[in-house]
């Protein structure tokens, strides 16, 4: 590395390890884990009328093919895509603070496709890098309790946040009961 590389290089380091360090805050963690388990538990919801067809692309000697229809929410593919699109859907939220308490939570300020107002939003572009800590807590909460995430969504649970957040995985501190979302 030659030395007009090594200025941006550790500069890039400083940038990343404070990152990092900033997403196991405890107010980043359990707001990532808390907007996770309503956008996750938002999806499970709107697909858990809908049904998919699985099985064997395999034909059988008579010309048929084994497939069934099974809920949507049970597919593997649907849970897959799912925990893979949904950290991208942590710029929709924002840092709060309580004028009372002085507790900072994550709120979602953003409309849902579907919602009335939804076309007006979009017309208007949004971003910032606020938000970056939040997906990345987001994604390593995913892959930390993939399978917990998954066992609540076969279990057809309700209350994800409270249930991931504050129970299994501790990041809400099982005394934390937040609703904001």
Do not use: W
């Amino acid at each position: 590395m030659g030395p007009s590389r090594l200025p941006v290089a550790l500069l890039l380091l400083q940038v990343l390890l404070l990152g990092a360090m900033g997403s196991k805050e405890p107010d980043v963690r359990c707001g990532a884990c808390r907007a996770l388990m309503d956008e996750v538990e938002y999806d499970v919801t709107k697909a858990r009328q809908k049904k998919t067809k699985v099985g064997s692309y395999r034909i059988r000697p008579d010309g048929t093919q084994e497939r069934r229809k099974v809920p949507l929410v049970q597919s593997e593919a649907f849970l897959v895509d799912l925990l893979d699109k949904v950290c991208e859907r942590m710029n929709d939220y924002q840092l709060e603070e309580d004028p009372m308490t002085k507790e900072k939570y994550f709120r979602r300020y953003a409309p849902r496709k579907g919602d009335k107002i939804y076309k007006e939003y979009k017309r208007f572009y949004y971003y910032s890098d606020a938000y970056k800590p939040l997906k990345f807590a987001c994604e390593n909460i995913i892959e930390e309790y993939e399978d917990e995430i998954f066992s609540l969504i076969v279990q057809e649970a309700h209350n994800f946040a409270d249930k991931m957040c504050s129970g299994k995985s501790d990041l809400c501190g099982a005394s934390a009961n937040h609703t904001e979302f």
